[in-house]
Each structure stands twice: as C-alpha cells, then as structure tokens.
C-alpha cells in the first residue's frame, strides 16, 4: 500500500436505524426522551410526521431543499460575501431573535432567482455583481449619511477594512507573481514555499496555522456563519517582521525590476498589482524620493507597499 | 460612548464587535476608550496558575483527621461513583501545621504559602460536573464541560479590554501544551482577537516568545524610514477614500506595533529581573512562568495563566508522595509571587487563582494499572482553589467538604460560582457581559452562578 492514497469519507444508512434520546444539557449521560427522527416541527404545519424511509436522510434533505428557507438563507449569504453585510443582518438567524431584513422582497426575489436556476451559486453571483448596488462607490455624501449612517438602504458601497486571512494571503502571492492556481487535491500546510490558493492550506482544529489565526480564520470547532474582522498590531508585525512576507517583497522587488525600464514604469506596475490603479504625480514623488535615499531598496518599497493600509483593504 | 453606542453606530457593513473595540482601541493610552465595567472593580488584572492534573485537596489545604483515624478502612455512607474503581480511606503522606493569625492549617509540602496564609482565601468546597480531564479543564476555563465556549481570559478581555495597547491583553504561559490545548484560551465564538496569546515559556530567545517581533533583515534606522513611506502611503490613501474610522484605527495599529516591538522582547524577558531575584524563582519552568507573569501584570496585561507544566503533572494516580516533589516547584514561585505583587504595589488590585481542574479522592486508587498503589483518582466532588489579592477576604477559608475530603458540603461553591466572582471582583456583572451567536446570548457563567459574597473584602 502506498504511503498516502487518496480517500474520501463518506457515510451510509445503518441496518437498523433507531432514534436518539435527547441528552440533556448536551450530557450523555443524562438523557431525556427519546427523539423520533422527523422534521423540525416549529418549521412545519402542525406536528412533523415520523420519517420512514431508513434513517431519514434523504427525506430530511429533500424538505430542507424544498423549503423556501434555505433558498433565502443562502442567497443571503452570498449577498453577504458581496456586500459585507447581509440581507438579514443575521445570517445565521431568520427566527424570532435574529433581524428583520432590510430588504425583504430583494432577498425573495434573490431566493426564487437561485431555485430557477436550479441552484447555480454562479448565476447568482453573477446577477447580483452586475447589480447597480454592487456598482457603487464606497464615497461618503454628509446628506445620505445623515439619514441613513449605518447604510442600511445601501446607498453606497460598504468598505471592507481588511481583507480575509485566505484573500491576503492570494493577493500577496499573486502581486509577487507566484500565485498558483492548480485546484483540487488534498490539503497541505502553509509554510512559506507553499504557493498554492490559502483554501488548500491544511486547517488544524486543535492548532490553527498561526497566520490563519491572526487574521481572523474561524475557531474550527465552531460554526461561523461570517467573519469578524479585528484590526491589531499583531497583525502589523506580521506585515512589517514576518519571513513570508520578507520572501513575497524580494519576489515582488524583482518582478517589477525585471519589467520596468524606468524607476518610474516599476513604481506605475507595483501599484497597479498591488493596489489596482495607477499613483498620483505625488505618490510617484514621494517612492521616487524614498528610492533615491536609499539606494532603490526595491524591496524596502514593495514591503511598505503590502503593509500599507490600502493593500489590505479591497476598493 | 458605551460599547452598545459604538456598536449601534458601526453597522457600516463588514465587522462585528471586534471592530468597535479596535475603534476605541485607535486612541491608544486614552484609558476612558477601555469599555467600562458595570461597577467600580477590586481587582484590574487575573493571575491564574494553574496546577493542571489535579492538586489533592486532602494533602494539601484541606486537612481531615478523620482519614488518620480511618485508615484503610471503606468510606462510609452512600457510594459516590468516582472515574475508576476507588479503594479505602487513605490518610495523607503529609503533616498539617497551623499557620499564621487565621491559623489556617496547610500541609507541610507547601511551607512557604503557609507562611503567607493570612493573604489567602481557602476556598474548600469546590465542585465540578465531571471527573475527566478534558470535561472539567473546560469548565474551569471556559465555564462549560463541552467545547466550544470562549475562555475567561477572553471574556475578561472582550469586556474590560486591555490596558495596554502594546502587549496582548490575556497570554497563557507554558513551556509545550497542557491537555486540550489551545482549545483552553479559545475565544470561541468571540472574535478571534479576544484568544490567549499563547507563550512558549520555555524558550529564552524574545523572538521565540513572541511571533514576529523583531526583523531580520533589515536595521532599526532602515525600518524607521520604511515605516514614514507607510505612514505617507497610509495618508494618501486616506485622503483618497475620506473618512473612513476603522481604517484610520487599522492605521494607529501600526505605530502601536512599532512600539510594540520595541517593548515586548524586554518584558518577556526576565533575565531583565536581577540574579537575585530569578533566584527566588527558581530555574524551572513554573518559576519562571510565575516571574513572566509577574512582569506582565505590572505592565497592564488582563489576565495571564500561568500553567505548572506539560501535559497533567498534578496527576498523580500512581503514587500521591509525588505531590511533595510537584508542590516543591509550586511552593516558591506562589510564594514569591505573593511577595512581589506587594512590593510593586499590585497585590491589592491583583487577582491571584492558584488551582486545578478538580481535586483528588480521599480513597486510595484501587483500579490495578498503577504501578503503585498509594495514588489517588479524580475527584469533583469536593476540591481546593486558593484566591488572594484583588478583593479577597486573606486569612480566612471559605465552605467544607465532608469530615473525610470527598464531597463539599458546607457552602457549595460550582466552578459557575467561582466565575461569577472572579468577574465581580473584576467590575463585571457575570449575568450581563454576554455575547448573541447561534441565536441566543451566551456568558460565562451560562445559566447559573452565585457571587460568594463573603469571600469579598
């Protein structure tokens, strides 16, 4: 047998399917009643009937799917991705306790649109990035933000202060030029030679890879339905100490000096990669400046680029 | 502006509670950007050292003549079911003193704590939900026996903040790791920001202690310069997008980090303290732990744990005489510690937690995988936890256990209650520092916990 070969979990029917007794206060050893297997009943009309075919799974997923719910909670979260808040500002709670969404018949339509499409995630994606609302500015207006400061009626775009740990870690790949995107495969580590998308770095539920962590990665043994975003200055020194990233300036220093005939285009490439647009007549005189003083420290400047505030934040 | 106002005026999209205290954060020393306790504290910081494995409370603070006179003889009454078979009544190794104006009585493998048993509250009935490890080393950090609950230190952090901006504001010290791990100082549900910061406390080198603290590349005057371009960089964008707070306290983050790395290598590094002192300590890992923790109390850090070692040292199931030995590592630095906390003026608003994960059994561990027979198994029925500093009644013990150590039974003190006193002494009403995830608010305490008043000073 080889040392490592590929598997997959999977799980089936038991022969005997029997129902669970209710563990009280999560205690197995303390157990309640027993807990026929059926639908949740405060989701059903009247009392939920008893699932009869082998264990239930396959009815329990055919009502979740059927339900407009699901359509609802989903499309809510893919809002969310975009937007940076949801629909229902409580992904993870459309009852009693969570909140009212702000645009009700938006998030309907949304719902009805992903089962039309047969649940393509893509379509979706699509419909609400070629959205006006997608299209705003994240620009501040003195008359909008006194009736509507927290923006709920998404009169403008929302601006994300910090990119995720998996997106940072992408986009310092990718502006170095080492960014690969094979897919598929098992995970393996994020060491610092490992140039492949974070997604495929492996997750440690009792130890958390270290960057992962510091950028607000999800506990594994948790759910989380969305991220917090902490803004620290263990984070900074990340940026500012950390070989990975010292790795990813020289990478990123040599690319640009490679291209660039002049100081000048080497400046213009490593904003438009690491920023998207191009300096102003200012910017370009200030990193002229600081080049110049330290005899084009190339990679001093692509280091300062990543830690910079804007690098972190998407525009 | 009350933590509520700053959460209400956010909502800008992207962030959650973190964010408002990393706003608040953004005006650095301003002590009036802390989020406020609900009522004026006794206590401004936690020291908890923990004696992971379980410390035998009979052996130790919680003296029973009765087992003397019982000797191998069954415990009587009703049988309470331990984690393995449990055999007879087992008297202590150890010899207990009276100490001090309280005339506490502590056994003589801790003759330097005795000393100080006039700061200490005894607090001799402790009890736990469950007799295994994992289970009751959740609940005597996080306040529930199944993962998956943020830890004390993170509450404390995410209520109180930390009061300084430039270190951690909870760090668990330990040279490898205790049982479970990180899952300990897990911020759970809370924002990540809220986690232990864990420390190696075996290593001696600063950049081993703390991620990223200093660069290898380049010279200071080299990163002085660098950091003006960022801070110019940083401008512009500002300027670019208007104002935008979270950014601008994402951007003061990073002169805190500056200093930062300036600082943090010194106060971890306790060769800073004189010989003199390190000495007192003693050249062991909990020795060390415990000065660590000292210099970072004095610095303003929330909470540090300290835990005595890898793995359970206090689990002492083969042979209970190995307790002398444990406590002879424990004994100094607690001591000392005690000592030094006055002397720098932080006993008072200080608190210290000296205790385990649950006690031991009165009974002689009867299971026959042991190698010796003269250990003792996991007991939640009844255990020890030593309190002092902060707000704490010295000299005085507080509850009882049964007349042979096994079960409490005079003023019954859950884990629950214990966590509902540490957050009252620390300004907080245990009931109302919560945190909505998963459709319900969850605290510390769950849905139970009594303060012990009478321990309050």
């Known amino acids: 047998m080889p040392p490592e070969y590929p598997f997959l979990h999977g799980v089936r029917d038991a022969d005997k399917p029997a129902n669970a007794r209710i563990h009280i206060r999560g205690d197995e050893k303390n157990l309640g009643d027993e807990a026929p297997r059926r639908f949740l009943s405060v989701l059903s009309e009247g009392e939920p009937k008893p699932f009869t075919k082998g264990s239930g799974r396959l009815e329990l997923a055919r009502i979740i799917s059927g339900h407009p719910l699901a359509a609802r909670v989903m499309a809510n979260r893919i809002w969310l991705g975009h937007f940076g808040q949801g629909i229902v500002r409580s992904p993870g709670n459309f009852g009693q306790l969570g909140e009212r969404p702000t645009h009700p018949e938006l998030l309907d339509y949304l719902a009805a649109r992903l089962v039309e499409s047969h649940w393509s995630l893509k379509a979706l994606h699509r419909e609400i990035m070629l959205s006006a609302a997608y299209a705003l500015s994240t620009r501040d207006s003195e008359k909008h933000s006194a009736i509507d400061a927290g923006n709920r009626l998404l009169w403008r775009a929302n601006l994300n202060p910090r990119l995720d740990a998996e997106s940072l870690r992408d986009s310092m790949l990718f502006v170095a030029g080492q960014l690969s995107l094979d897919s598929g495969g098992p995970p393996s580590p994020l060491e610092d030679t490992n140039t492949r998308r974070t997604i495929y770095g492996y997750v440690g539920r009792t130890t958390l890879d270290p960057m992962l962590s510091l950028f607000d990665f999800p506990n594994p043994n948790n759910t989380s339905e969305q991220r917090s975003i902490t803004l620290g200055p263990m984070q900074r020194l990340y940026f500012m100490n950390n070989e990975f990233v010292a790795r990813i300036a020289d990478a990123f220093a040599e690319r640009i000096k490679r291209v660039g005939r002049s100081d000048e285009e080497r400046i213009q490439m490593a904003y438009r990669l690491a920023f998207g647009r191009t300096p102003r007549s200012d910017e370009m005189r200030m990193n002229q400046d600081f080049l110049r003083a330290t005899g084009s420290a190339w990679a001093q400047f692509t280091q300062a680029l990543l830690t910079s505030a804007e690098f972190s934040s998407v525009n | ?446 849905v139970a916990g009594n303060v012990i008043k009478p321990i309050v000073a």
């Open chain 2, 1 to 446: 502006m009350t933590r509520r106002d700053a959460l209400r005026s956010l909502g800008n999209g992207f962030g959650t509670v973190a964010l408002a205290d990393a706003l608040m954060g953004a005006t650095g020393s301003n002590p009036t950007a802390l989020p406020s306790p609900h009522f004026t504290p006794k206590a401004k910081r936690v020291i908890f050292l923990f004696l992971n494995g379980g410390m035998s409370q009979v052996d130790t603070f919680d003296p029973k003549p009765m087992l003397d006179k019982h000797h191998g003889e069954p415990m009587p009454g009703p049988k309470i079911v331990t984690d393995r078979a449990s055999g007879n009544l087992m008297r202590s190794p150890f010899q207990f003193k009276r100490h001090g104006k309280s005339g506490l009585e502590v056994s003589e493998i801790f003759p330097q704590v005795a000393e100080r048993i006039d700061d200490i509250c005894v607090i001799r009935s402790c009890w736990s939900d469950n007799g295994n490890h994992g289970p009751s080393l959740l609940m005597m950090n996080c306040g529930h026996g199944l993962p998956g609950r943020p830890s004390m230190g993170s509450w404390l952090t995410y209520g109180l903040g930390s009061q300084n901006r430039n270190l951690p504001g909870f760090v668990v010290l330990c040279p490898g790791y205790p049982v479970l791990g990180p899952q300990l100082w897990t911020s759970a549900f809370l924002p990540a920001s809220y986690q232990g910061t864990y420390i190696p406390s075996g290593e001696r080198e600063p950049e081993k202690l703390v991620r990223n603290i200093r660069n290898r590349h380049h010279t200071q005057a080299e990163q002085e310069r660098q950091l003006a371009l960022i801070e110019k960089m940083n401008r512009s964008y500002l300027e670019r997008i208007g104002h935008q707070p979270h950014l601008e306290s994402s951007i003061s983050s990073m002169e805190v980090a500056f200093r930062m790395q300036m600082e943090a290598p010194g106060i971890f590094d306790i060769s800073k303290e004189n010989q003199a002192t390190r000495a007192r300590y003693g050249d062991h890992d909990f020795g060390r732990g415990c000065l660590m923790a000292l210099r970072l109390a004095e610095r303003g850090v929330r909470m540090v744990q300290v835990y005595f070692g890898n793995f359970q040292p206090w689990d002492s199931h083969d042979d209970i005489r190995v307790h002398a030995e444990l406590a002879g590592q424990a004994d100094g630095p607690i001591a000392n510690l005690i000592d030094d906390l006055k002397s720098r003026g932080l006993f008072n608003d200080t608190l210290l937690i000296v205790g385990s994960e649950f006690g031991r059994t009165p009974m002689i561990q009867n299971s026959g995988l042991e190698r010796v027979c003269n250990g003792r198994d996991h007991n939640v029925h009844g255990y020890t936890t030593l309190l002092a500093g902060g707000g704490v009644k010295g000299g005085m013990a507080y509850g009882a256990t049964d007349e042979f150590g096994f079960k409490a039974e005079v003023d019954r003190v859950h884990v629950n209650d214990l966590h509902a006193t540490i957050l009252h002494l620390m300004g907080i009403d245990h009931t109302r520092l919560t945190y909505r995830y998963s459709g319900r608010d969850y605290r510390l305490t769950d």
